[in-house]
Every structure is written in structure tokens, then in C-alpha cells.
């Protein structure tokens, strides 16, 4: 049986043409029985359409580990160290509930739960905004059904171990999704509505494809060296009320403050990851956590009327990384660019998330349970820089 793709259904805000290719739901394929042939087309759906859904599905965490790796064979691990000191300090940004037997795949969610897939008891918590950002949404607002992105992010480390081509969620068990409203709170007066507890996606192509030629000739000589032990160093920082930046506080751990860590597995990588089936090039930056900014000089011959940084830079001073970063990643994320994913029970999303940014909304209530299964592995290699082709045509 053939597979078939339909559009997931886009808010009535989204872009016709800057969302077109973006979600689909994947129907005619048994995922615990998928053949090569089945593989390759969701493969090369996934790389081109970067979310995609299947309805109605019963696996295993191990199976589910098992599909997920078989985007990357030969990845072996979470994407994410299992390291107790790191854990210590970055319990407010990042917890980790491991299934046992299947470390590679976590239980995310909220309340409290029993005697699931072999874990015996979970206290799982739904961060909100509440939790991260500088400001909030008033309780009369919140009444209202106004909430907030979380904390726009890809999943990975960025310290040791290289990003995961792949992450998959399966909502095990879904609370009601009750319509809320997401609100930017950014002077923009931007706001998408999405039902409790949605994942919003936007692609970095888009952010990448909205930029001015002087931006894009930036991006394409930009590499970002992140900051080691990425939540524990933001773990006492706080959001803009988007969740795409830190507010620049000078709450950041100091590095010599962090567990124990060294410069050479300290990640570097450029902010354009090329697309490995459609060679687009999607800007990837995880904001939180960037540290500093090399940027190159200008190739030879290259036009520096308005160019940006035209004979390189490394950029260390925070508040500028953070400045740049935000100018280029906030339009990228504009409701007419994002897919809220609208959970129900048993359903399997795969993201590219070496192509797109994520980030939770919403904030359940102390009786709402939720229990999903979040898998990744991380990467065999680094995502792929622009080629020389990339550098040539927007520097
Ligand atoms: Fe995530």
C-alpha cells in the first residue's frame, strides 16, 4: 500500500505560501511494520514537509526508539548526556525522566503518574511561561485563556554530543484541549490561537528565506560557539515574553561556576544547517545558549556596500550576540509562520529539528495529565554548513 500525504490544518493566520510545504499527516503506514520502500518516502517527507503526523498509533518505547534511530543507523545515545552534577543545577530548565530500558526515550508531560511503561511513579511538570520569562501573562488574562510560548528551542546538548536529526513525540495520554491564545507581548500585538498544551513548529528556511540579502550574507559566514552545559549555564536567566532570547540580566552561571567541562567539546557550528534531502538551508540557532559569534570576512570579490561585519568578527559581548540573533530569529517566528500541533491521544509527530525550531505552549492545571513518550538520539555527525556554492550566492 502507498503512503499518502495531507496537509495538517494550518491556522487561519498561516502564510498560504511560506506554509505550504510545512506539516503533513502521513496515512496507509503501519509503523511497526514499515517496509524500505515506505521508510524512504517518510524520510524524504520528513526532510521536506519537517513535521509530520501519524494518527491513531500503538508503539512501544522501543519501538519508537527503533523508528527514530533509523533516521540516523548509526547515532547511538539521548540527546541529551545523562550527567548527575549538570542535572544538579539545571533541574528548573531541563528534567529528565528516562523509561527504563529505553534511555532514549523520556516521559515528558504533567502530574503525577503510575506504574507506566515500568516507570513506577513520575512527577512530571509542563513548564510554562510562568516558570522562564521575564514578565508574565496577568492571572485575569491567564482566566482568559491567554498563555505564552515557553522557550523557542531545538533539541540537542550543544556540548559533546551533535544535534539529533530527528525527534519523535507520542502523546500516551492527551488532557482536553481547551482553546488558548498565545500572546508575543512584544509591542507586535501578534497572537496565535491554539488549543492547550499545542507544540508550535517554525521553520528555519523560513527564518532564512525572510532575511534581507545583508543578513543573509551574515548567516552564511556565521558560526555560534555555545556555552557549555547549556541549561545549567541559563538556569537562573529569564525569557522575552516570545521565548525566543534571554532577557540580558547578567544571571548566567559563570563558566568557571559549571561542572566540570572542557573547551574542546565545546560546540561550534555554523548557524545554517543544509538540508540533507532538499539542500535548503534552514537558520538553526538554539538562542538560550549562544555564547559567542565568528563571523568570516567577506569572500574576495563579494559586494560590501551595506554588508554586515564585510571582514569578519567574533563577537563575544552577550548583549550583541543576543541583538543579532534576535533580529534575524523573532520574524521567523510571527504567527503566520508557526504550525501549533494540536494533540489527541496516540498520536506520533516526527520533526526535523535540524530544520525548525519548537516550543511548548500553555500551562496545564494541577489535575490535568498528560504523558508523552519524546524520543531522540544524537547526532552521528554535525549538521552539513552552507557549501561553497551556499557562501558564493548570498555572501
Ligand atoms: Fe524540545
Not at 101 to 127: K, S
Amino acid at each position: 500500500m502507498s503512503i499518502q500525504l495531507t496537509p495538517l490544518p494550518l491556522s487561519p493566520k498561516a502564510d498560504p505560501v511560506k506554509m505550504a510545504e510545512f506539516g503533513r499527516e502521513i496515512k496507509g503506514v503501519d509503523l511497526n511494520n514499515v517496509t524500505p520502500t515506505q521508510f524512504a518516502q517518510i524520510r524524504e517527507a520528513l526532510y521536506k514537509h519537517e513535521v509530520i503526523l501519524f494518527r491513531d498509533v500503538k508503539i512501544s518505547p522501543a519501538d519508537q526508539a527503533a523508528f527514530t534511530k533509523a533516521f540516523d543507523p548509526t547515532s547511538n545515545g539521548y540527546g541529551h548526556a545523562f550527567d548527575p552534577s549538570v542535572s544538579e543545577i539545571s533541574t528548573r530548565l531541563l528534567q529528565m525522566h528516562g523509561i527504563p530500558g529505553v534511555p532514549e526515550v523520556q516521559l515528558i508531560g504533567h502530574g503525577t503518574i503510575f506504574n507506566h511503561e515500568g516507570v513506577a511513579r513520575a512527577d512530571l511538570n509542563h513548564p510554562t511561561h510562568k516558570e522562564f520569562h521575564k514578565t508574565v501573562v496577568s492571572p485575569e488574562d491567564e482566566a482568559k485563556g491567554y498563555t505564552r510560548y515557553y522557550r523557542w528551542h531545538i533539541d540537542a546538548a550543544f556540548y559533546d554530543l551533535s544535534p539529533p536529526r530527528v525527534t519523535s513525540l507520542y502523546g500516551a495520554v492527551v488532557p482536553k484541549g481547551i482553546p488558548q491564545i498565545v500572546r508575543y507581548d512584544d509591542g507586535s500585538g501578534d497572537e496565535l490561537p491554539v488549543t492547550l498544551g499545542a507544540t508550535a513548529f517554525a521553520s528555519g528556511n523560513n527564518t532564512f528565506e525572510l532575511l534581507p540579502a545583508e543578513y543573509k550574507s551574515l548567516a552564511v559566514r556565521m558560526k555560534i560557539k555555545y556555552a557549555p552545559h547549556l541549561y545549567a549555564w541559563v538556569n537562573n536567566t529569564h525569557a522575552v515574553s516570545s521565548g525566543i532570547a534571554i532577557e540580558n540580566e547578567g544571571l548566567e552561571v559563570p563558566l568557571g561556576d559549571l561542572p566540570p567541562w572542557t573547551e574542546e567539546k565545546r560546540k561550534v557550528l555554523s548557524a545554517l544547517w543544509k538540508n540533507e534531502v532538499t539542500g535548503k538551508l534552514h537558520f538553526q540557532v538554539h538562542p538560550s545558549i549562544a555564547h559567542e559569534l565568528l563571523i568570516d570576512p567577506l569572500p574576495a570579490g563579494a559586494n560590501r556596500t551595506n554588508a554586515l561585519y564585510p571582514d569578519g568578527a567574533h563577537i563575544t559581548d552577550l548583549r550583541t550576540v543576543r541583538d543579532i540573533l534576535f533580529k534575524i530569529q523573532r520574524p521567523g517566528i510571527a504567527s503566520n509562520l508557526v504550525y501549533a500541533h494540536d494533540w489527541q491521544k496516540n498520536d506520533l509527530v516526527l520533526f526535523h529539528n535540524r530544520g525548525l525550531m519548537h516550543s511548548v505552549t500553555g500551562a496545564l492545571k494541577d489535575d490535568d495529565i498528560r504523558v508523552f513518550h519524546q524520543c531522540n538520539l544524537h547526532g552521528s555527525d554535525d549538521p552539513a554548513p552552507p557549501s561553497a556554492e551556499d557562501v558564493k550566492k548570498y555572501a
